[in-house]
């Protein structure tokens, strides 16, 4: 064995094991279509894999939105699902690669934005509870879901 593989060798195993890889895929984008319209007989891309519109038949049912924002310091992608009447009828967590700060993707703290819709405040500390130990996750999600929402009132209202 060389002197340099017999030193490095024990180094790489620890490092493998000391870092473990953390990101998390709960959902791809198609899968969380399905779930926030499940009748929906088809989804029309409106804005290049980021906007689609649901329907079923011709009946549009809604607008499913794709989007990421920056949790500390990774990406976290997540949906919202706005009905056609513009009020969030779901958010998803889609990939979260962070290694703290998941909680963002538990239902109870996702189901605060459901109803809201561009009108509503949608902020951290005030109609959205913030999570102590991912405040810059739950923080950075919020304004995500503020921007959907006032991008939708703005193009589809």
């Not at 809604?62 to 500390?72: A, M």
């Not at 703290?100 to 005030?126: C, M, P, R, T």
């Not at 959205?128 to 950075?140: K, P």
């Amino acid at each position: 064995m060389s002197e340099w593989l017999r030193w490095t060798a024990p180094a790489a195993v620890v490092m493998s094991v000391a870092a473990p890889a953390c990101a998390t895929q709960y959902l791809s984008v198609g899968e969380a279509q399905k779930s926030a319209f499940p009748s929906a007989t088809s989804f029309t891309e409106v804005q290049a894999g980021r906007v689609w519109k649901a329907q079923a038949g011709e009946r549009v049912m809604g607008y499913f939105y794709y989007d990421h924002v920056v949790g500390k310091h990774l990406l976290i992608d997540y949906a919202v699902a706005v009905e056609a009447d513009g009020r969030v009828k779901k958010v998803e967590i889609l990939n979260y690669r962070e290694s703290y700060g998941g909680e963002v993707h538990d239902a109870s703290w996702l189901q605060q934005f459901v109803g809201k819709s561009s009108q509503s405040a949608v902020q951290i500390n005030s109609d959205i509870r913030n999570i102590s130990g991912a405040t810059l996750s739950s923080t950075h999600l919020t304004e995500g879901v503020k921007k959907v929402l006032a991008y939708h009132a703005s193009h589809f209202r």
